[in-house]
C-alpha cells in the first residue's frame, strides 16, 4: 500500500463545527463593533484562535488592545463556542463517515486526527468519536498552526510513521499546504478542492476508500 495511515482534519471534514464558530466569534466581533461576515469567517479555516482574532481586528479602529485583553477577548469567544459545542452528539457525525471510517481501520489503516482545535478532544467526546482513532494531534500540542506542518507531523510522530506513508484529508487550502509541507500527500473535499492543489479531490467523504484500495 502506498499509504498506512490517513490523517484527518476535524472541522469541516469530520463535524462541521462553522456555525458555531460564527456566531462566537460575531458575538466578540458586534461588541468590539467591527463588521463580521460569513466571508470573513471563510478567512478563518483552518487558522489558529489567536490567528483569528487578528484577522477580525484588522477592520478594528478603536483603542489599542492590550495583551491581556486579547487573551480575554480569546477565553470570551472559546467560552461562548465550548457552550454551543454542549449539544453536539454522534448525530452530528454521518452514517457515511462512520461507515468509512470503520472500513479503513478494516483494512489496515492506522487513523490520526490532525486539527488546530484545542477543543478537539471535547468535540471527539460529544460526537462519540474518540474510539476510532489511534492518536490525536491538536492545538494543545503544537505552538504553530496550519499552514505550518507541525500538528500533522506530530500525528506522524504519535502513530510511529513515517511522513511518506500518510496521506492527509483536508477541507482547509492552509491545510493542503501544511500536509504537503509534512511531505504528505493531501486529499482535498469541500472548498479545499478549489484551488486545485490537492493531490486528490473528493467529491464525497467515502471516496477515500477508492483511492486507498
Known amino acids: 500500500m502506498q499509504y498506512k495511515a490517513v490523517i484527518f482534519d476535524l472541522d469541516g471534514v469530520l463535524v462541521f463545527t462553522d456555525k458555531y464558530h460564527y456566531l462566537a466569534w460575531k458575538k466578540l466581533a ?16 483552518g487558522v489558529s484562535r489567536e490567528e483569528s482574532l487578528n484577522i ?16 480575554e477577548y480569546l477565553k470570551e469567544k472559546n467560552d461562548t463556542y465550548r457552550e454551543s459545542l454542549g449539544g453536539m452528539t454522534r448525530d452530528d457525525v454521518t452514517k457515511e463517515v462512520r461507515a468509512t471510517l470503520k ?10 486526527i490532525g486539527s488546530s482545535s484545542k477543543n478537539t478532544s471535547y468535540i ?31 500525528a506522524a510522530e504519535l502513530l510511529g510513521m513515517e511522513p511518506e506513508s500518510c496521506l492527509v484529508v483536508e477541507d482547509a487550502d492552509a491545510g493542503v499546504t501544511a500536509a504537503h509541507a509534512a511531505g504528505m500527500d493531501a486529499a482535498a473535499i469541500g472548498t479545499a ?15 477515500l476508500l477508492g483511492i486507498l484500495e
Do not use: C, W
Open 124 to 154: 471527539l467526546e460529544r460526537t462519540e468519536l474518540t474510539d476510532a482513532f489511534d492518536a490525536v494531534s491538536d492545538g494543545t500540542m503544537i505552538t504553530r498552526s496550519k499552514p505550518d506542518p507541525e500538528v500533522f507531523l506530530k
Open 103 to 112: 472500513k479503513l481501520r478494516e483494512k489496515g489503516y492506522l487513523l490520526a
Open 30 to 45: 458586534d461588541r468590539l463593533g467591527i463588521e463580521f461576515t460569513q466571508k470573513d469567517n471563510d478567512r478563518l479555516r
Open 193 to 207: 478542492t478549489l484551488s486545485g492543489r490537492a493531490d486528490y479531490n473528493l467529491t464525497a467523504f467515502e471516496d
Open 56 to 71: 477580525i481586528l484588522e477592520k478594528y479602529h478603536g483603542d489599542p488592545i492590550s495583551d491581556d485583553k486579547r487573551k
